[in-house]
């Protein structure tokens, strides 16, 4: 045991805590933006686009998922992780017409974007409002 130990992470063997499991659907390929979108006619589609290199996304990312409360039934809810799947991310602003930032969450109902916003915003989006 180094004299660091504790500034860097281990603590006698104490695990690190995870986080709240959110009902993530992996969106890893384009065939998957037409079925978001005949789906969003049922029940709305939240797609979170996610950089896994930026601390800022990952940040925005822990903050949502401590502050969800939907339950599965309510919403899919979709992760895109867009470092592995670039072609989808650029599809998903070319089909839902919205400029690309990250992090990124987006709103979709009856086959449109109805909200979406990026970065500290996200966490203002309700998304009850649209279940």
Excluded at 6 to 15: D, P, Q, T, V
Excluded at 96 to 123: E, M, T
């Amino acid at each position: 045991m180094g004299i660091f130990d504790g500034f860097f992470g281990k603590k006698n063997g104490a695990e690190k805590k995870e986080g709240k499991t959110l009902p993530w659907i992996s969106l890893t390929s384009l065939d998957q933006l037409d079925g978001i979108e005949k789906k969003s006619h049922d029940r709305p589609q939240v797609i979170f686009k996610h950089s896994t290199t930026c601390g800022i996304s990952r940040t925005v990312l822990n903050g949502f998922r401590s502050g969800y409360t939907l339950d599965e039934e309510q919403i899919d809810l979709y992760f895109l992780d867009l470092h592995s799947h670039r072609e989808v991310s650029n599809e998903v602003g070319f089909k839902f017409q919205v400029i690309h930032q990250s992090p990124q969450l987006l709103v979709i109902k009856n086959g449109a974007v109805v909200a979406h916003d990026s970065h500290g915003a996200i966490s203002s989006i309700d998304l009850q409002s649209f279940v």
